[in-house]
């Protein structure tokens, strides 16, 4: 079972930044993304950005722009660098490890909630 631990998160002000961090507890495989998701009290957890160690990237439209994702030389932490944030980023994020076409199995972090409030 692969374990993967969140850093980050928090409350801050419309317009501020947050970086969250995710660490996997083994290597990326070629086959494989690791990104975040998020979920907003009643609504379903979405896609907000996800990384190959290839470097191929994928973004949901909201966060194309505010949002970049990166991945540590050791292939096992990826980074989300959050700016811009608006309210309706307000939701729990989720770390998630899986393959990238087969999504044949997953692995998610425990969750860690960003707040955006004034």
């Known amino acids: 079972q692969v374990q993967l631990v969140e850093f980050g998160g928090g409350l801050v002000q419309p317009g501020g930044s947050l970086r969250l961090s995710c660490t996997a507890s083994?290597?990326?495989?070629?086959?494989?993304?690791m990104g975040w998701y998020r979920q907003a009290p009643g609504k379903q957890r979405e896609l907000v950005a996800r990384?190959?160690?290839?470097?191929?990237?994928n973004y949901a439209d909201s966060a194309k722009g505010r949002f970049t994702i990166s991945m540590d030389n050791a292939k096992i932490s990826v980074y989300l660098q959050m700016d811009s944030l608006k309210p309706e980023d307000t939701a729990v994020y989720y770390c998630?490890?899986?393959?990238?076409?087969?999504?044949?199995?997953?692995?998610w972090g425990q969750g860690t909630q960003v707040t955006v409030s004034s």
């Open positions: 990384i190959t160690i290839g470097g191929t990237t």
């Open positions: 998630n490890l899986s393959p990238y076409i087969s999504r044949s199995y997953e692995h």
């Open positions: 083994r290597s990326i495989f070629s086959t494989e993304a």
